[in-house]
């Protein structure tokens, strides 16, 4: 099976941006549809932004649009988050996702693969 290893997440002030990244396993990265999710305390899984297999189709949850940009490297088997403009309500741990088909969901239910999750934490 397929493994997402991730990386990037810390602790920064409001305003600033944080770079996630998911590497995947046997440079298996362009066999899957990816995506991020997110989980703060108290509040459901929620889906992030997602990046196609081949179209290169973006999907963005509207609170991270303009701020977000999802984007993959086939070549290094790395899928990336890019945050700008860090706001509290970011604030959360960060979940790397993989499914495979071609659909870009924005149910978690639907993707197969997970990373372990990276901690995000904005604080003034």
């Known amino acids: 099976q397929v493994q997402l290893v991730e990386s990037g997440g810390g602790m920064v002030q409001p305003g600033a941006s944080l770079r996630l990244s998911c590497l995947v396993s046997?440079?298996?990265?362009?066999?899957?549809?990816m995506g991020w999710f997110r989980q703060a305390p108290g509040r459901e899984r929620e889906f992030v932004a997602g990046?196609?297999?081949?179209?290169?189709?973006?999907d963005y949850e509207d609170s991270v649009k303009g701020r977000f940009t999802i984007s993959r490297d086939n070549a290094k088997a790395t899928l990336y988050l890019q945050m700008d403009s860090l706001k509290v309500e970011d604030t959360a741990v960060y979940y790397c996702?993989?499914?495979?088909?071609?659909?870009?969901?924005?149910?978690?239910?639907?993707?197969?693969?997970w990373g372990q999750g990276t901690q995000v934490t904005v604080s003034s």
């Open positions: 046997d440079g298996s990265l362009s066999r899957y549809v």
């Open positions: 990046v196609g297999r081949l179209s290169g189709r973006t």
């Open positions: 996702a993989a499914k495979d088909g071609y659909s870009l969901p924005r149910v978690r239910e639907e993707y197969d693969y």
